[in-house]
């Protein structure tokens, strides 16, 4: 794997280009070139064109999608008609399901789903479930959150307003007493005491990836909730139910971009936690986490910035390196979280 086409270079993709720039041949693409020096070539253009999206993956390895979920599908048909490796970030159920049909006879690897959730935490859980002979329970939380939060919803949209939204309108996949079903997103709600600060956590789609079917029938609980400040859920319900907002989904994203821009000073949570048993003894393994902004060459990077980012250019390392399998459908669960860390874009996470 040598050259690398990058789509989107928004606020993680123009990260994930400059990640993997330090060691492949990258080239970014967008409608617009970001407004600060760039180390990688760029293109401009729509990918929305097929004849454009086929000219820019005319001689690349593998394509790197940071774009919203409902645009991926595309880039993952071409990629699958070229024969080269795919990777991206969506969170959306139906897209990983179209993906993973396209991956039973691919040439190269069809990894999505390689963001912090669903992404890392499930690397995260899955390395905690095998210290145990036998799993009771794997509960995983992730929360990126302004550090410093103002008004009543305690948020700001430093990810994507599209992705957030169809999270929250989705329903959360889950095993529970043991049966695989579907909840609605924004319930079950639960208190977090984290380093004596309060948070509430909910269900929300596509954090599991593929996780529900990989350990089903082998557990009694599996599920992922989003962390929040306090007071956060009921907001949302309101604006999404209450004024049946939940069909006008442009409308909404506009409404909470423009209400909640993003800041510089985030944090992201990552908190996993598997119960069962070792041997005849039941036992508890806890993961956790705060990350904050760093600094990548001298430029701040929010936190969930650079985990989101790292996170996705540790697995392209690690395919490229022949520590993963190089067709198929890559699951999450199956990437081992000692190499994961030992990759060059991993060991950001230590």
Not at 186 to 192: D, K, R, T
């Amino acid at each position: 794997m040598q050259n690398i086409v990058v789509i989107g270079l928004g606020k993680v993709g123009s990260l994930v280009a400059t990640l993997l720039s330090k060691r492949f041949q990258v080239t970014g693409i967008d409608k617009t070139k970001p407004p600060v020096e760039i180390p990688f070539l760029f293109k401009s253009g729509d990918i929305s064109e097929d004849t454009f999206l086929d000219e820019i993956l005319t001689g690349a390895d593998a394509v790197v999608s940071c774009m919203p979920y409902n645009l991926n599908l595309p880039i993952a048909i071409m990629a699958y008609q070229r024969g080269i490796h795919y990777f991206d970030l969506t969170e959306d159920v139906y897209t990983t399901s179209a993906i993973r049909e396209l991956a039973k006879d691919s040439k190269g690897v069809m990894v999505p789903q390689c963001g912090l959730a669903p992404g890392f935490i499930g690397i995260v859980g899955m390395d905690l479930a095998k210290r145990f002979t036998k799993i009771r329970d794997i509960e995983l939380r992730v929360g990126a959150l302004p550090r410093y939060p103002n008004g009543l919803m305690g948020y700001s949209f430093t990810w994507s307003p599209a992705g957030v939204v169809n999270e929250y309108i989705n329903d959360a996949e889950v095993i529970h007493n043991g049966v695989r079903k579907m909840v609605p997103s924004l319930e079950g709600i639960e208190m977090i005491n984290i380093e004596g600060q309060e948070f509430e956590a909910f269900s929300t789609s596509g954090g599991l990836g593929t996780m529900c079917e990989t350990f089903e029938g082998k557990l009694d609980t599996l599920n992922y909730k989003t962390i929040r400040y306090p007071g956060h859920c009921s907001l949302m319900r309101f604006l999404l139910y209450e004024l049946i907002l939940k069909d006008k989904r442009e409308l909404v994203e506009q409404i909470l971009t423009e209400a909640k821009p993003p800041v510089q000073q985030d944090v992201v949570y990552v908190y996993a936690v598997v119960e069962g048993w070792k041997g005849e003894f039941l036992e508890r393994e806890e993961f956790y986490q705060a990350y904050h902004p760093i600094k990548i060459d001298g430029r701040h990077w929010r936190a969930i910035s650079w985990t989101t980012a790292a996170s996705i250019a540790s697995v392209v390392e690690m395919v490229a390196d022949g520590s993963l399998p190089n067709s198929g459908f890559i699951r999450q669960e199956d990437i081992l979280l000692d190499k994961f860390l030992k990759t060059t874009n991993g060991k950001l996470f230590n």
